[in-house]
């Protein structure tokens, strides 16, 4: 007997304070819980969650209190997804704290951002819980999603500033090692694939060859960033990484996706130190 997939609920919610008559009588959790039909418990999850924005003028922010002060032109947004909010992910692991800003590896499933749907899964939130929210988080840089390892987020405009610009120069040297299915035929190779049109180099070598489950480990530096290179390079060489649910023929059943962002070198743009992390 085939069990029917559970219904997801989903409500956008938008209200302009200009049609409420009383913002002295009522807080952001009645007004859309009421304006919704959810319950308040929920609402108030999806809070906490990053789910409920408030705009005042052009700039908008998360809500995460209940009783937070209204005022007249303001608008409250409500943007619940039940599957989203009910999401889970492991804890990163602190690898150094730096101040201005810190190492992390990032887990599986741990988004780079988190989005008006919510941000309890983003590593920026994951991170600020780890500090009790006694540190601000920007992000500077992204791993996919699907991908571990290592990811820097920064705690300051100012040092937020100096290792975004850093990463866009593409003054930092990362490197990866990644899990494919077969013997790969190459020593080392260097691929040149454009992506979306636009420049995209990744270097290849092999580290290993596993004979008895018929694998072969991969290093990989990519000289260019864009998204999904290194999951799209190997597949154009036949090589899909091993649990490639979107570019290889992994399925559910299927191993989490095989790639660690490994290593991280730089000169640090804000004490002119050589800096070098590692996940073994």
């Known amino acids: 007997m085939m069990t029917e997939p559970a219904q997801n609920t989903i409500i956008e919610q938008h209200i302009n304070l200009e049609d409420v008559a009383d913002l002295n009588d009522t807080n952001p959790l009645e007004l859309l819980a009421q304006a919704s039909g959810l319950s308040k418990q929920k609402v108030k999850d999806a809070m906490k969650k990053g789910a409920v924005w408030l705009s005042r003028g052009k700039q908008a922010r998360p809500l995460r209190r209940k009783n937070a002060s209204l005022s007249l032109g303001d608008e409250l947004h409500l943007y619940y997804n039940e599957q989203v909010l009910s999401e889970s992910v492991s804890k990163p692991q602190l690898i150094a704290d730096e101040g201005d800003y810190s190492v992390w590896h990032k887990p599986y499933g741990v988004w780079s951002q988190g989005s008006k749907w919510g941000d309890h899964c983003s590593i920026g939130r994951l991170v600020e819980e780890h500090f009790d929210y006694n540190r601000q988080t920007y992000v500077v840089h992204r791993l996919d999603r699907a991908a571990r390892g290592l990811i820097i987020v920064a705690h300051n405009k100012e040092a937020a500033a100096a290792l975004s610009a850093m990463f866009a120069k593409r003054a930092a040297e990362k490197h990866y090692i990644a899990w494919v299915s077969g013997k790969f035929p190459h ?44 999951r799209i390079h190997l ?40 800096k070098q992390y590692q996940l073994e």
């Open 235 to 274: 597949a154009s060489l036949g090589f899909p990484i091993i649990g490639d649910r979107l570019y290889g023929t992994a399925d559910d059943q299927s191993p989490d996706l095989q790639l660690l962002a490994n290593q991280l070198s730089f000169k640090c743009p804000l004490t002119g130190d050589l």
């Open 187 to 230: 020593d080392s190779i260097t691929i040149e694939k454009p992506i979306d049109k636009k420049p995209a180099k990744s270097i290849m070598t092999v580290k290993e060859y596993d004979a008895e489950s018929d694998r072969s480990l991969l290093s990989v530096q990519i000289l260019t960033g864009r998204k999904h290179q290194i």
